[in-house]
């Protein structure tokens, strides 16, 4: 559902103890922000971030990111991960296209990509996500045994995705096409989108990619 338009949003978000809007002032330096040699995990397009607050949780020796471009969902986020008490967690109002100046190359250890917009229009692949483009991105920001995750409710995005990333020299070392009856479903943690297309019947498509040089 599309959030309705909070003028104040930006100067919420700008003053919440959790996010983060000088985005390049971090780059280089997300461990100290945290102040602990913890891992990074960041979610690219975390909407109203169930899913940090969630895995903030349930795995506190992580540091956890979400990046979302959109002021209002990403301070119903910060709000939601404030609540939990965690202080492993963080919110990052950027365009994700601005990912190479907010992280220094080997600075994030996983990437998450969940329910990402799958533009099916032909014209617009250069949009999706694991777009080649974004893909090197993400392959230069990753430390040497770093990894991306992807789901999404979307076969068209899924096929496109395990292409590019085939393509692009990445090794996809987990794959379902029904994670929730997966091996992998134990320990997954939902989000809002997943438990929103999930109750309608739909598969949740899901892999787990590593750039070839990494380490395994
Ligand atoms: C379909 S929602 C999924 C939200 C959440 N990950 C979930 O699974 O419930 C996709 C989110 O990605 C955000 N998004 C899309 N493109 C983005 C971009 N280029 N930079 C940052 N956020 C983006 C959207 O604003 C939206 O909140």
Do not use: C
Not at 15 to 28: C, E, F, I, N
Not at 169 to 183: A, F, K, T, Y
């Amino acid at each position: 559902m599309r959030l309705r338009r909070n003028p104040q949003a930006i100067e919420l978000l700008t003053s919440h103890p959790l996010s983060v809007t000088d985005y390049a002032a971090r780059q280089g330096n997300w461990k100290e922000l945290f102040a602990n040699p913890h891992p990074i995990y960041v979610e690219l397009g975390t909407g109203k971030g169930q899913f940090l607050a969630k895995a903030s949780t349930i795995y506190p020796e992580i540091n956890w990111i979400g990046v979302e471009k959109i002021q209002e969902p990403l301070l119903l986020a910060a709000r939601k991960g404030e609540e939990t008490g965690n202080t492993n967690v963080r919110y990052l109002w950027m365009d994700i296209a601005n990912l190479q100046e907010a992280f220094s190359p080997g600075e994030v250890d996983r990437f998450y990509l969940h329910f990402s917009d799958p533009w099916p229009k032909a014209r617009h692949y250069k949009r999706r996500l694991t777009y080649r483009d974004f893909l090197k991105a993400y392959e230069t920001l990753l430390s040497p045994s770093g990894d991306l995750i992807l789901k999404t409710d979307s076969e068209s995005l899924y096929q496109f995705s395990v292409e590019e990333l085939q393509e692009t020299g990445w090794d996809i070392v987990e794959q379902s096409d029904d994670l929730h009856q997966s091996e992998w479903a134990k320990t997954n943690i939902t989000t809002e989108y997943e438990e929103k297309f999930s109750a309608l019947g739909m598969p949740i498509y899901y892999l787990r990619a590593v750039p070839k040089h990494t380490e395994l």
